[in-house]
């Protein structure tokens, strides 16, 4: 009794080592093929994915950290600057030249700009020799300021001097954090009514309100990641640090080489040893404002900035192998289930073999040897019959819909016959779904960003992997895909400008025409040298309140088209003027744009501001739509309005309409 259990124990054990034996079981080898391939995929999805993603992360946190440093910088140079005009206005108030005037006034117009703006820790006055004159609170006055170099240099004209530690000021100014107190010195000459030199004036800026600016940009994000700012003069030497650093500030060792590239970021190795993703941005001043050379580096540690990317490699790989694991274990029960016809067919062959003639040999509904031999024809023509059968269903089906949608189309109709009267009724509800559909049309943009770049990424490398592998019609196929892709990708693009224009905050300032015509043509500078393009500005150019960005971009537009819009053999020639107009108690500029095109029909000058109208086949002119929508809505979000006169065959003249800034410097 023991021996035949002995016995049918080993039977048993010799049939489960056959069953997950690969060398005997096509189940088992088939199980074994497809779990070593998930994992490979896993670990090379993973490799791959973490590869890719953590250039992504790196390059998306450093243009964040230079675009901070960036923001730092422009900061200190508009803030600059505009100090440094006030002294130089300043000079040329006869109060201050003319000798005869009271000093007692002259010191209350000082006291008052400081009073005005804090940022003044001391501003004086001196005669031609440097002796002190008036000054804020009367600090220094009757001292001789001679030797000083704010002094020293802007005898002859206006001087800006680098940040430094106070002097003579040091005991006489309050100093609440008992920090040493440090300055900008921005002076300017004075000349009497005969424009001889009689004096300088001179201002102190507080170095805090670089620290200001600092802490107003870090604020949104100082608590969760961890970004330090410094400033470095020319130099090399350290002007602004955290304040916990100030005690034993790092350097940079290979900031000599970043002040030479400008603006920028990189990883970098600071002098306490840690890896650091550094963005830096180089001042260069602003506009007469000639800069001090500053470089404003901001950084966050390495292992801080790059943690998203460990933390997606786990998931991923995690991800991948539980993948893998689910397929193997799906595998072996499928091929479980594929085998058996095989298993049953052969145990009916060896019942055969052994002269069982009642054994019926198992019918296959598969489409191997067995079931085709026997059963194909009839299996065809049962599958045809129900596939019939489906069509015809299909067919009903659509015949209901689209009874369904002519009846839809009908009541559209008569809709449409009464829509006239619901209009003023239905405006608030439009402008509401409106604001929707942008910001739907912004996601869905957004979304189809990523996928369309991958296609057309894979089909850069086909072209540029299998060309030589296909016919003349392949490569056109995929020449066809890459330049499908690059027309998306700019619809895209021109989609989420148009879309961001209205959820995008934008302020008035006052914007100069010239400098914002400049700007435009320079984002187009190789097509207008590639047309030979020939453009006419008449100056001088007032200044208009208005969102420099945008109106930038809307002006660059018109000039796009311009070019575009063109004769065969045809050279672009454009002419920039501009008129005043008055308006409801304002007074408004209209800047012309006038261009020797193809010109348009006056039947679509107002269909050609739509989103999407093109009055020309892509392969005449190709174009989005979208460009003349964005200038609309651009202009109408600054408060302006736009338009153009035009024939077929005699050019265009497209117009913008933005308020004049009335203030000192209006022209250009």
């Known amino acids: 009794m023991a021996f035949h259990q002995v016995l049918a124990s080993e039977k048993l054990l010799d049939r489960v080592a056959k069953r997950f034996d690969p060398r005997q079981s096509l189940r088992a080898r088939l199980g074994l093929t497809i779990c070593s391939i998930a994992l490979v995929m896993a670990i090379m999805a993973s490799i791959t994915v973490s590869a890719t993603a953590s250039d992504r992360v790196k390059t998306d946190a450093g243009i964040a950290l230079e675009q901070l440093a960036y923001q730092v910088s422009d900061k200190l140079d508009r803030g600059m600057f505009e100090r440094y005009r006030e002294i130089q206005n300043l000079t040329e108030l006869d109060l201050l ?63 800006v001097g680098d940040v430094h530690e106070a002097m003579l000021l040091a005991k006489l100014l309050p100093n ?27 201002a102190h800026l507080s170095w805090t309100w670089a620290k200001e600016i600092r802490d107003s940009l870090l604020q949104p994000l100082q608590n969760r990641s961890q970004v330090e700012v410094f400033i470095f003069s020319a130099s090399g030497k350290v002007l602004l640090a955290p304040i916990e650093l100030q005690e034993r500030v790092p350097s940079l060792p290979n900031l000599q080489t970043l002040q030479q590239q400008g603006n920028g970021y990189a990883l970098e190795t600071w002098s306490d040893g840690d ?40 998931q991923i790989f995690t991800q991948d192998l539980t993948l893998g694991i689910l397929f193997a274990i799906a595998g072996w029960f499928i091929m479980r289930r594929l085998t058996y016809p095989l298993l049953a067919i052969a145990t ?39 596939q019939q059968q489906q069509l015809n269903l299909s067919n009903e089906q659509l015949q209901i819909q689209l009874t369904e949608r002519q009846h839809a189309a009908a009541e559209i109709q008569q809709l449409n016959a009464t829509l006239e009267q619901k209009v003023s009724d239905r405006t608030a509800q439009l402008q509401e779904i409106n604001r929707e559909l942008e910001a739907f049309a912004y996601s869905v943009s957004h979304d189809l960003r990523a996928p369309l770049r991958t296609i057309r990424g894979f089909a850069q490398a086909l072209q540029e992997d299998y060309s030589d592998r296909l016919d003349d019609l392949g490569n056109e196929y995929l020449q066809s895909i890459t330049a499908d892709a690059v027309q998306m990708d700019r619809l895209i693009t021109e989609l989420l400008a148009y879309s961001q224009l209205t959820r995008t905050k934008i302020t008035l300032q006052p914007v100069a025409l010239m400098a914002t015509i400049e700007s435009a043509c320079k984002q187009l500078e190789m097509n207008l040298q590639e047309k030979q393009a020939e453009i006419t500005v008449t100056t001088p150019l007032p200044t208009v309140l208005a969102h420099s960005p945008t109106l930038t971009q809307a002006i660059a537009n018109l000039l796009s088209n311009a070019l575009k819009f063109i004769k065969p053999e045809s050279r672009p020639q454009v002419e920039i003027k501009y008129q005043l107009a008055q308006r409801d108690r304002q007074q408004w500029v209209r800047l012309w744009i006038i261009d020797n095109g193809i010109g348009i029909a006056s039947s679509d000058t107002e269909r050609i501001f739509r989103i999407f109208e093109r009055l020309h086949g892509i392969e005449t002119y190709p174009g989005t739509g979208i460009g003349l929508a964005i200038v609309r809505k651009s202009i109408e979000r600054m408060g302006g309005c736009v338009g153009v006169e035009s024939q077929l065959g005699q050019g265009s003249r497209f117009w913008i309409e933005l308020p004049l800034y009335e203030g000192a410097g209006s022209r250009e």
Do not use: C, M
């Open 97 to 159: 030249s003319n000798p005869n005037s009271p000093r007692s006034q002259k010191r209350s117009l000082l006291d008052r700009l400081q009073s005005t703006y804090p940022t003044y820790s001391w501003i004086g006055l001196t005669d031609a020799t440097g002796k002190v004159l008036v000054s804020t609170g009367k600090l220094l006055e009757n001292l001789s300021v001679a030797r000083r170099p704010w002094f020293q240099n802007a005898r002859t004209q206006a001087a």
């Open 176 to 202: 609440p954090t008992n920090e040493p107190l440090r300055f900008i010195d921005i002076s300017a000459p004075v000349t009497d009514s005969a424009g001889q030199y009689a004096g300088v004036l001179g």
């Open 275 to 314: 890896l650091y993703l550094t963005g830096f941005a180089r001042s260069t001043g602003y506009r007469n404002y000639p800069g001090l050379g500053w470089t404003v580096v901001v950084r966050q540690q390495a292992d801080l900035a790059l943690a998203p990317v460990r933390t997606l490699q786990r």
């Open 348 to 386: 009916a062959a060896d019942r055969l073999r052994q002269g069982n003639a009642n054994t019926e040999l198992p019918l296959i509904t598969s489409s191997d040897e067995i079931g085709r031999l026997s059963r194909s024809l009839k299996h065809l023509v049962r599958t045809l019959f129900e």
